[in-house]
């Protein structure tokens, strides 16, 4: 039992933490509108003695900005403004994940999946004046590949999760969106 459990990224704990954060990139139509942001992760993972698998609740963080110049279209506004600032938008999400190990020795490769609800906010007061800045909240799935390994002595994770956050066809530039996607490529510790 503590064999598998240990390598269900690096614990040998029931419940673990992890903390970690690293690089978010927009893929898809996605990447058109945004640059390459950042991210943060917080979860807390149960493992369960002889089943193969752990279940994670992750909460991450995404922050990106938008490309220079790029046309909106606001809501209820006729015609379309330009941006010239650094305006933001932040995705906030809380995960429910399976996590599968492939056992290998110290250092070994899971695969991950699960759904999510982020709620994304966008700065678009500085963009088109009298706009109020947007905020929803949506429905995602998410599915990645990452390591588990012992480094220096405590255990670290890396990963990458494509995640699927489905909207309403918001426009934003001069592309209709159905989903916003993205990959945030985490670095971190469990505890």
């Given amino acids: ?67 220079n110049d790029l046309p909106f279209s606001a809501g209820g506004t006729p015609g379309t403004a330009t941006s010239t600032e650094d305006i933001t938008q932040q995705i906030l999400g809380g995960l429910a994940n399976v996590s599968i190990p492939f056992h290998m020795g110290p250092v070994s490769p899971y695969i ?31 599915g990645g590949l990452g390591l588990s390994m012992k480094l220096f002595g405590a255990s670290a994770f890396v990963e990458a999760k494509l995640n699927n956050v489905y909207t309403d066809g918001k426009a934003i530039g001069s592309k209709e969106l159905k989903d916003l996607q993205f990959v945030p490529v985490t670095f971190g510790f469990v505890f």
């Fill in 1 to 67: 039992t503590a064999q598998v459990r240990m390598t269900q990224q690096g614990s040998n704990r029931p419940v673990s933490c992890a903390l970690g954060g690293g690089a978010s990139v927009p893929v898809g139509s996605y990447k058109d509108a945004l640059k390459a942001g950042w991210n943060g992760q917080g979860s807390v993972i149960f493992h369960f003695a002889g089943l193969p698998l752990s279940l994670r609740a992750d909460l991450n963080y995404n922050k990106f900005t938008f490309k």
């Fill in 112 to 142: 991950t999946a699960g759904l999510a609800g982020f709620n994304i906010k966008t700065n678009l007061g500085d963009v088109v004046p009298g706009e109020q800045d947007d905020s929803a909240t949506r429905f995602a799935v998410n």
